[in-house]
């Protein structure tokens, strides 16, 4: 059963940081891409940032280039996204999602992955 526990978040103030992790168990880490997105209010699910774990490579949405860092551990299943110089407009529900990469290659900032996590609130306060 494929399981992803993000945790890391919680109430910054602007132009701090945070750094969440997406711990995954059950399917073989490296045969996917694992995905960040996040929801706001009113708002649809918008993909902040991919890995793929086997060859290391990443993807970010626009809003996110130069302060947002996704990495993985692959010995330890697990996939962070370092946020930097954060914006009350990042403010969200962030979720992990995880999908195999031949499924989200090409689309890897689209809210369609097959597994998701319970999700973790940031909330970026001015």
């Known amino acids: 059963e494929v399981q992803l526990v993000e945790s890391g978040g919680g109430l910054v103030q602007a132009g701090g940081s945070l750094r969440l992790s997406c711990a995954a168990s059950?399917?073989?880490?490296?045969?996917?891409?694992i995905g960040w997105f996040r929801q706001a209010p009113g708002k649809e699910r918008e993909g902040v940032s991919c890995?793929?774990?086997?060859?290391?490579?990443?993807y970010y949405a626009d809003s996110v280039k130069g302060r947002f860092t996704i990495s993985s551990d692959n010995a330890k299943n697990t996939v962070w996204l370092q946020m930097n110089s954060l914006k009350p407009e990042d403010t969200a529900e962030y979720y992990c999602?995880?999908?195999?990469?031949?499924?989200?290659?090409?689309?890897?900032?689209?809210?369609?992955?097959?597994?998701w996590g319970q999700g973790t609130q940031v909330t970026v306060s001015s």
């Open positions: 999602a995880a999908d195999k990469w031949r499924v989200v290659a090409g689309t890897e900032l689209a809210p369609e992955y097959a597994h």
């Open positions: 059950g399917f073989t880490f490296d045969d996917y891409g």
């Open positions: 890995i793929n774990p086997r060859d290391g490579s990443t």
